[in-house]
């Protein structure tokens, strides 16, 4: 598999958004590679996006990660419970990211399952706080670079899947912005897991 370079965060973070479909995502915690295919996932497009952190460009503990250096790894609690993985897809300066929403569990499903304290791969990753305590991303994890060599949570090109098989909705979980197109999603991806 060949590590995403620098120069794919060099473009909108919509086109990001299409192209992350596929790829592979993979962590290393103490020693063991836990991951898999990225199957769903959500743009927010900084300070005119009201469904941002960055809205109005409020400059907050949690809008500030987003205006940092595009590919850098910016991980939340959310609601005092899950982690959150998100990937910064803009120019230092400007705030947007995308949220990983799910994964195909394909790597170290064993220790994933271990770690979610599952008996099988049903519902194992299909959730961006499942994901994270599947694959044991935490905010020791905030500010990594994903392309570089050295970060524990990497990103792999993968498959390229045909446009008829993604699917563009609203978004998830939030109250404000969430009509707006920005998540995308494989087509039918619970009917893979095996």
Not at 45 to 72: C, H, M, Q, V
Request: glycine share 12%.
């Amino acid at each position: 598999m060949k590590q995403v370079e620098r120069d794919f965060f060099l473009k909108p973070t919509l086109e990001i958004l299409k192209e992350i479909i596929g790829m592979k995502l993979i962590s290393e915690v103490d020693g063991i590679k836990t991951g898999g295919t990225i199957v769903e996932a959500e743009a927010y497009l900084g300070e005119n996006d009201p469904g941002s952190f960055a809205y109005g460009g409020k400059k907050t503990k949690k809008s500030i990660p987003l205006y940092g250096e595009e590919g850098r790894i910016f991980v939340y609690l959310n609601y005092g419970m899950y982690y959150l993985l998100n990937i910064i897809t803009e120019p230092q300066g400007k705030a947007g990211a995308i949220l990983i929403r799910a994964i195909l569990p394909e790597m170290g499903v064993e220790k994933m399952m271990e770690r979610r304290k599952r008996k099988d791969v049903k519902n194992l990753t299909n959730g961006p706080g499942k994901l994270c305590m599947a694959l044991s991303i935490g905010k020791e994890h905030n500010g990594f670079k994903i392309y570089e060599k050295e970060s524990p949570i990497k990103l792999f090109y993968g498959k390229k899947f045909l446009p008829e098989k993604l699917k563009y909705t609203g978004r998830i979980g939030i109250s404000k912005g969430k009509k707006l197109p920005y998540r995308i999603v494989l087509d039918n991806f619970n009917s893979k897991i095996k």
